[in-house]
């Protein structure tokens, strides 16, 4: 009777153990899609930034020949609007590329931090599956051992002493 107890008893642990497990990976698989969501907008605003500096160089090209072949006052007037322009669009752009390195900086730690959740999760999954092949053997032997055994009136009387003792 001892055997049946220590094995349910380990039996009811190791389920524990799984639902915490079950419930922990899943919580995980949320917040990776989040984090995965995170990934995208980062690669998006890059992305954007990318298309922002390269149609900044390209107006420069543009701007460094209009200054050279500027020749009236009127010309060189509309060029320096046109730079004035071009110098708060880079201003703005430069500040974006802060504010986008930042923001990466902190998803690659978002990452990393998930990363080693899900690592000590699956740690976790380890311990328990190695504990689950021997509590199934003890399982399989107490069957063997006493499972289909009958016992007698008197062997009952017994038993619920032990218990009520808690031995």
């Not at 349910?8 to 639902?19: G, H, M, P």
């Not at 497990?21 to 990934?39: I, M, P, S, W």
């Amino acid at each position: 009777m001892k055997m049946k107890q220590s094995n349910d008893a380990a039996a009811l642990e190791i389920q524990r153990d799984q639902t915490n497990y079950t419930r922990d990976k899943d919580a995980l698989k949320a917040e990776q899609l989040e984090v995965n969501k995170g990934n995208d907008d980062i690669r998006a605003r890059g992305a954007a930034l990318r298309a922002e500096s390269d149609a900044i160089s390209a107006r420069v090209s543009e701007m460094s020949n209009l200054g050279q072949t500027a020749k009236t006052d009127e010309e060189k007037a509309a060029y320096e609007a046109e730079r004035v322009k071009l110098l708060a669009r880079n201003s703005a752009y430069e500040k974006n590329v802060a504010e986008f390195s930042v923001a990466q900086k902190a998803q690659i730690e978002r990452v990393n931090a998930v990363n080693a959740r899900i690592d000590a999760v699956n740690a976790r999954s380890h311990g328990i599956n190695d504990r689950v092949e021997p509590q199934q053997k003890k399982a399989a032997a107490w069957r063997e051992q006493c499972g289909n055994r009958r016992f007698r009136e008197e062997d009952e009387v017994v038993i619920k002493k032990e218990l009520a003792a808690g031995k």
